[in-house]
């Protein structure tokens, strides 16, 4: 191995990656739900949007706790300076909350490197064939979102926190998605808790499990994970949710029990790719140093990383030396980013 992968190695411990912010969200309860995107500055297109929609609650005491997850949502955009929108918490009769997401949906920019996060909270059915999340108004089905976010290309997370959820993600499982649910099965029914746990990680300090100074939404979804198991085991009740995540294409999901720390552990079916590498490039509050790397950089370093992470579970396909020496080009380009991120910081400096 040559001096400099010795050297360059330790860039991939820290799978670092998301999207700029730099203006802070405005929003409150009562906005009028035509204008949830609204936020200090002026509109920048470069930053995340976060779009969370509210279910149909069904009882007081799920409405609550869906608000309690809405705010956690808002507190950790606030604390990102990403856009954040929400629906289905005005007070307004006879709200069509599937036309207000459409039209949101479709007033996003549709080509861009900054990341668009779908954020679905409430309660689902499965009739066998196909899985609703409930609305105030007609519901919608995972084909109904295919369809409406087949324009935007750029980086998209959808996370259905809803009971039955789980058809969703392979309807919705595409290149550059992130798609979690909260089970594994639409015949998963009960109400899940997975939601508000992810809700509370997504921008808490405990949830960074490699300890570099950010939270990925997979190191979320392990955590929101292990704190269902933990309920389930501290009531003495059978577990009826298992939540799934799917980042490669492949539509199958993989539960938080392959996973050893922020590595999958287990092999996928017929060596595809393993899936949890992207989700955790995908982050609302930055570290220090990610928020120093221009959003262009950082898009181009995201993919060399993938690159390394494709390299190195192919590794056995080639021999020492073809290994290495691909290994060294992707590293040295790794490095470049950062080296023009600290020459750029310097002179902002100066």
Sequence with gaps: MKPVTILLVGILIVDVAALAANVA?????ESNPQDTLRWNGGQNYQQPTVIVVIGAAGTREFGGQFAKSARLWEEACSKGDAKFAVIGLDKVEDSNDRTTLQKILADEPKQTTAALWLVLIGHGTFDGRTAKFNLRGPDISADDLAEWLKPLLRPIAVINTASSSAPFLSKLSGQGRVVITATKSGYEQNYTRF??????????????LDKDGQTSLLEAFLTASGRVDEFYSAAGRLVTEHALLDDNGDGLGTRADWFRGIRPVQKAENSASLDGYRAHQFHIVHSEAENKISLGLRAQRDRLELEVIKLRDAKEEFSEDEYFSKLEALLYDIAQIYEQTNEADN????
């Design 25 to 29: 969200p405005v929003f409150s309860q």
């Design 195 to 208: 939601g508000q746990y992810l809700a509370g990680a997504i921008a808490e300090p405990q949830a960074d």
């Design 347 to 350: 002179r902002s400096q100066r």
